[in-house]
């Protein structure tokens, strides 16, 4: 009778390669599956939209940056700048021209202010100009710059007019032309001034020079200097212009008197005094046209 072997002996003759010894012998319940998912009920609610920014809905629509926002003066002076070019000074305010103005010499403050300042200090637009240096600089906000800039314009706008409406090779042969070359020469002037004109014998201008400052006497008049400029430039005639910053175009009795002195010095050096204009306010009169020109002295006393 064969000998009977055991489980143990049969199961250790086993190739081990196909099962293992744990499997063969370990009779194992199946794991339970996973319960299987209920359906869930639809909502009747509508879904929440996620927010969209503004930029994200109009992609078009630029950012607005964080300096604009917190600055609502940003872009001003551009924006000013812009409507002078397109539209000139037609449209603007005295104070809006001021204020563009002084953009070019206080480039980091308000000068939109610093313009009603000046205005509500002189008393007008035209009186900003006409104002002293010193007292533009004393302006609070005001800078030595843009107090010559200030000073700068109206003498810039004469010598255009000056330039534009009478050209240098044109002659000068009537009272008319004479008196549209003069009043440029006093624009922005606040105290009185005296020219010196200088002619050929065919009325072109040889020289206009001032010769002097602060009112028109005989002290103030120095002769020996009108004779020398005229011998040097060897003009035949000359003409003799001032103002009247704050007054009428109108000669006083002192101007008729220094006018008939000083044609009586001169016309024995070989000079002839041809007139003797007086400039206010952008007029001017002819001392000639008004028949005072070489009236006598005792005449006027």
């Known amino acids: 009778m064969e000998k009977e072997h055991t489980n143990w002996e049969v199961l250790e003759k086993l190739p081990l390669t ?10 194992r319940e199946p794991e339970p599956s ?14 929440k939209k996620a927010a969209v920014s503004e930029e994200a809905a109009d992609p078009a ?9 917190e600055n609502p003066h940003a872009g001003h002076r551009e924006r000013l700048r812009q409507r002078f070019l397109n539209e000139g000074l037609d449209h603007f305010d005295d104070h809006n021209i001021l204020e563009l103005l002084l953009f070019f010499c206080i480039p980091q403050r308000d000068t939109n202010e610093l313009a009603h ?19 533009l600089k004393a302006v609070k906000g005001m800078t030595a710059n843009a107090a010559v800039l200030l000073k700068m314009i109206p ?30 020469k006093f624009m922005g002037q606040t105290e009185e001034s005296v020219y010196l004109l200088c002619f050929n014998n065919v009325c072109k201008l040889l020289k206009c020079e001032k010769i002097s400052t602060g009112g028109l006497s005989q002290a103030s008049i120095d002769v020996r ?30 101007d008729v008197r220094v006018t008939s002195w000083l044609y009586g010095v ?14 206010a306010g952008g007029n001017y009169v002819s001392m000639m046209e008004m028949g005072y020109l ?5 005449s006027l006393q």
């Open 18 to 27: 196909e099962f293992s010894l744990e499997e063969l012998l370990e009779e």
């Open 294 to 298: 070489g009236v006598q002295q005792d």
């Open 61 to 69: 629509k630029e950012k607005t940056p964080a300096s604009c926002s």
């Open 266 to 279: 001169l016309k024995p050096l070989g000079i002839e005094l041809l007139d003797h204009f007086v400039v």
């Open 225 to 254: 200097k009108i004779a020398e400029t005229a011998f040097q430039c060897k003009a035949a005639n000359v003409i003799l212009a001032h103002n009247h910053p704050h007054g009428l175009a109108r000669p006083s009795s002192q």
């Open 117 to 135: 300042r000046l205005i509500e200090r002189f008393g007008s637009f035209s009186q900003v100009f006409l104002a002293d240096y010193e007292a």
């Open 34 to 47: 996973a319960p299987e998912p209920k359906p869930r009920k639809k909502s009747s609610r509508p879904k």
């Open 155 to 184: 003498p810039l706008f004469g010598r255009y007019l000056e330039r534009t409406q009478t050209p240098e090779e044109e002659p000068l042969n009537s009272s008319e032309k004479i008196g549209n070359f003069l009043i440029p």
